[in-house]
């Protein structure tokens, strides 16, 4: 009975650094999409919320990469060392698989891949906006099937919000001068994003010795 309640809990500690791995990779595609976008001119009215996306995204990867690296040796049960886990395999596993199909979802809706790999210094800034619009579009419809996306604030940017005591460390990033003890009142100058459901697609691939290709290379034949 203590063995299966074990192995209980180790497969729900796996799953929840699978899910933490998924997001923290998604969230670093969102980041170098934002950091894209920041080097197109007529994108200079938006630097500051740019920017402020930026931080925000980077904040939630660094969350995400720590909770994913799970429990440390030393808070390791008796138990769970006694009942000697298998050794890691190098094969690819159901969690990658689901987040590079989830990569080609960004891929075939966005195009985002070719556009994170081409060189823009290139081409003008007319070609890279025309190609962020279509990355921008497909990339959103795609996110929005697979996340429920929410503002963490529901008030516009630049009004006055309170921050209760108790609040969550990773939904909430203050800036300037810090004194005393929550709650605090201050200018919202990012609403911040979360989710609170994640739909990754399930994944049967033919061969377990490789991750599947985020997209196929295309042939003509002649």
């Known amino acids: 009975m203590r063995q299966s309640t074990l192995m209980r809990v180790k497969r729900e500690l796996r799953l929840n650094m699978h899910a933490m791995k998924a997001i ?4 670093v595609l969102l980041l170098v999409v934002v950091n894209a976008l920041e080097l197109l001119p007529a994108a200079s009215a938006f630097q500051r919320y740019l920017s402020g996306g930026a931080v925000a995204l980077s904040l939630v990867a660094l969350i995400a990469i720590l909770v994913g690296r799970g429990p440390s040796r030393d808070n390791r049960s008796a138990g769970a060392e006694a009942a000697r886990p298998m050794p890691v395999t190098t094969r690819a596993n159901q969690a990658d698989a689901e987040i590079v199909s989830f990569l ?11 556009f994170l790999m081409e060189d823009i210094n290139a081409h003008d800034d007319a070609q890279v906006g025309a190609a962020a619009r279509v990355v921008h579009a497909g ?11 929410s503002p963490v604030r529901a008030e516009s940017e630049g009004s006055t919000v309170q921050v209760a005591a108790g609040y969550s460390p990773d939904e909430y990033r203050l800036l300037g001068k810090i004194s005393g003890p929550a709650p605090f009142s201050g200018v919202l100058v990012h609403h911040g994003w979360k989710t609170d459901a994640v739909n990754l697609p399930r994944v049967l691939w033919s061969s377990t010795d490789r991750l599947p290709a985020i997209a196929p290379a295309e042939v003509e034949l002649r």
Not at 24 to 27: C, L, P, Q
Not at 139 to 149: D, G, N, V, Y
């Open 104 to 114: 080609a979802t960004l891929q075939a809706r966005g195009r985002l891949v070719d």
């Open 24 to 27: 923290a990779i998604i969230v």
């Open 139 to 149: 990339c959103k419809t795609a996110l929005l099937e697979h996340f429920r996306i």
